[in-house]
């Protein structure tokens, strides 16, 4: 017999994106120079392989500050939501979103990263998105860093690996929190924070060649220490200041199984859950944990700390786990003969129960449940799903439709499987965002081709096109969801 899946009128349904991925104007208005401005598409490049597309070196980098143009630089045009962020809006608030996760980027605020005086263009510029999402009665949830620091920090600074671009990354934080201050509860103060191990450039601007007489490992995990400080220095200043204000831990979920039951597989997948986790725990709990410490004695890993660090992090812990969650992996001790994926860089062994796509990704609605109940169980903190969506290649056709029925499958049996867990499984969620509202350009590929969003944007992955916008059948299926309001039929996710 069919039910009706239960939702409180407080949770939030909605959509997400960033700077980077979907704005362009990389040198309107005063904003600065980004490290996602430094990426561009390499179609020589497997985009299974997703590590070499983000493998960035100074000889790169120089090469993009010389070359003056957009087309070749993706995330420098992105799909010029600068510019139609008022007709975006209006479409997703017709499909009836409650909820809306953006970034703000860094170079637009302070456009060297350590400038004395933000640019009040930047400034006036979000105040004016989050007033129109407060409009149509979307709640904002902000992003602070998503993949887009000030390159002037990485040339000049070293990026986060030197201590006092902890001090830039606060001056602009909370510049940002005083001006957004009557419009923003809910802040996240980096996106995926776990990812600098995976794409340290992308994630914290560290390029290899810059570090050449030091051990690199201990590059990215001192740069890690610093980014843990600088969203505890988030979170004490919310708290502080704004009582209503709330702070999450951003991480990315990859559940990870055992490739079979041999009980050394069983060993791998827990010990890289641990990796997984060792960055919530440390916002959520408010220290490293002891097998991260044991892995920098082994490796002769040393950080630098100040003596008030400890303290800080303990003192300031995170008031909800943020996560994004797009497919699962096995782990092995012995891969020979086994297919190894680098899905969402996130490498391990495929899976033969599930599907992939063309880039690799396993498609595990289940995993996406089993994601809830492991972290509600660690943490009994309120989670947010600010991530979960398919990439996939959409064509526009001539009646200027786009029939994404694969999407809406994807969609429909993850969802089933976040109601299922919030009715059986006791999960306190705060809301669930698809990636992402229109098109945008890939994180890891950049990649127009490879899409994500509800709404169609005619672009290319060499910059050509009107720039217009489509409704995707997906669009209207995820319309037809939150029409239901609170109580949301079974029979929907079969039809």
Known sequence: MSRDFQVSTNFLWGVATSASQVEGAWNEDGKGMSIADCLRYRPEIDVKNYKKVNDIDTQEIQKAIQD??????????GVDFYHHYKEDIEQLAEMGISAFRFSISWPRIFPNGDDEKPNQKGLEYYLNLVKELKKFGIEPVVTLSHYDMPLNLVLNYNAWYDREVVGFYERFTTTVIDYLKDYVKYWIPFNEIDSIIRHPFASAGLVRDRFVNKN??????????HQFIAAAKVVEYCHHNYENMSVGSMITKTTVYPYNSDPRNVLKSLKQMREVYAFSDIQVRGFYPEFLLKKFEDENI??????????????????FIAFSYYSSVCAAEDTEGLSVSLANTTSGVYNKFLPQTKWGWQVDPIGIRISLIELADRYNKPLFIVENGLGAEDKLTENQ??????????LAKHIYQVLTSMEEDGVQLLGYCTWGATDMISASTNQMSKRYGFIYVDLDDFGNGTYKRFKKDSYYWYRDLLNYGKQIPEKFFAE
Do not use: G
């Open 401 to 410: 439709e786009v029939h994404d029925t694969y999407r809406i499958d994807y």
């Open 68 to 77: 003056p143009e957009s087309k070749n630089w993706a995330k420098r045009h």
């Open 302 to 319: 040393a950080l630098k700390s100040q003596k008030e660090d400890k303290k800080l992090l303990l003192d300031n812990t995170a008031d």
């Open 216 to 225: 690199f490992n201990e590059v990215i995990y001192q740069s890690m220490h």
